[in-house]
């Protein structure tokens, strides 16, 4: 890998650019954004340059789409005809499913999805440290990774920026985001949602502690964010609620029984275990 | 207030008798607590002493109760025909209209509760700023501050350990927190619980963000702390989940129109202001 071409250097893009020389990526690192966006960007180490897309397809030996969504489908469609046949495309769209069929067209396509974030998004909250220690899901066809060497060379460099990488098929990997992500951020969602019919502003803050904030956390996420990947993945997120509705009306249902204290002691322990890792016997 | 009785030297009790040695209280403060409990308190400087509930009773300007609900109630029964007359009794219960009704017989009670906690439990973990710029809510009989001396030195006291006093009735206490304490325990532990069926803890941690973390917080409290909690407010409770659980259902079955975006602006106004506050015009 000698130029790696990011378009979309908000928070991932932007934290990739300043991982991979933190790493010790000597090559190019060119950015497709907005003119304000390049400039940050550039001032903050995170890229060399601005391209075109056009510019970015004839130079890119990895092409990395930091995009929503809608935009990185809008993006293949584009850059299809225009990368050279060894240049590896790969993304970091919150689903897979759609995007890598959509991606079909490309010679060379490797869906991916860091498992990494934070509240403030753009150029300015990029960080090198994003992806330290937190899974990268790649979405290889058939769950392993192919044997091109553009793809171990991109995977050794994905290694070298902290991330631990993870093998999923585009399919399982839209499941599993609906139960670690999706619902999530719905349950917090229809949580602020459902306090705002009920008290004003001020009842909610003169009688809440820190446990309302922790639950309400995700619910600042914008639709902006959140459409393309609800509609990109509605059945599983559907299956979800509804598993999510049901176990909520069966602790509605038996408040005063020992049922609710079990499901408090099954709660409790993925609630450590996702905190402490899996403990090996 | 020379001598104030702390009954259950746990965080709560704990936190108050830092608290007010830090505010400067010069007077007895003593506790009621297991032998090892009260051997740590007086070690971190939260009591002078453990003594009796007979002795407590006779000694008590203040009796106050941090206990769990359940035995703040057999509290009120076995010190009802011991303390004197003048002796102010409170409680830091997490709920009051079960407790205030059952305090009836004593001579002189102010519900309280303040809004403040956090994830480890214990004397331990008790913190002289746990209360710093809290809410503290009192459910004075018509909700306005009885004119006792007791009560008014009592509180002055809260105010010096910085808390914000809030004055509601109990069952707008019980309705208030049904929203903005126990329906996001509730959501949280049913959205553990939910997982759990469905995906490995390996599944979970290696597709997982700090999101998950944040959504699962609340999901570590066990069972002992919300059963009382859950006994003495049930009705409420009942209400604010079948709420939640219509919300979840409105956005699941409006996934891929606007209306969910309409909820995602609303939750995050929500989301917003429990950070920043109310904002005047």
């Known amino acids: 890998m000698q130029t790696i071409v990011i378009a979309g250097v ?19 690192i060119l950015g497709i954004s907005s003119p304000a966006t390049i400039d940050k960007a550039i001032e903050r180490g995170a890229i060399d340059e601005g391209v075109s897309l056009t510019e970015a397809a004839q130079a890119a030996d990895v092409f990395y789409l930091a995009q929503p969504i809608s935009v990185i489908l809008d993006t293949i469609d584009r850059i299809a005809s225009l990368v050279r046949p060894e240049c590896l495309v790969t993304d970091a769209g919150s689903t897979k499913a759609r995007i890598v069929e959509h991606a079909a067209k490309l010679p ?23 992806f330290a220690d937190r899974p990268y899901i790649l979405t290889p066809p058939e769950g392993r990774l192919m044997e091109s060497p553009a793809v171990s060379d991109f995977v050794q460099w994905l290694r070298r920026c902290g991330t631990v990488p993870v093998l999923l098929s585009p399919s399982k990997h839209d499941f599993t985001v609906s139960w670690t992500s999706h619902l ?38 914008p ?14 997120i559907e299956h979800a609620l509804t598993v999510y509705i049901d176990t909520l009306t069966e602790i509605r249902d038996n408040l005063q029984t020992p ?3 079990e499901d408090f ?4 322990d993925v609630a450590l275990g996702i905190r402490v890792g899996p403990q090996k016997e």
Chains 1, 2 share one sequence.
């Open 265 to 268: 002691a099954v709660a409790a």
């Open 184 to 221: 999530p951020q719905l349950a917090s969602t229809a949580l602020a949602r459902s306090l705002s019919g009920q008290l004003t502003l001020d009842q909610i803050v003169s009688a809440s502690g820190p446990g309302l904030k922790d639950a309400t956390r995700l619910a600042l996420s």
């Open 10 to 28: 908000g928070l991932i893009g932007g934290s990739l650019g300043l991982a991979l020389r933190k790493a010790g990526f000597k090559g190019r």
């Open 108 to 130: 060379l396509f490797l869906g991916g999805h860091p498992m990494a974030g934070k509240e403030a998004r753009g150029i300015a909250a990029a960080d090198p440290d994003l």
């Open 223 to 236: 639709w902006s964010v959140w459409r393309d990947i609800v509609q990109t993945n509605t059945e599983f």
């Open 259 to 261: 049922r609710t204290g």
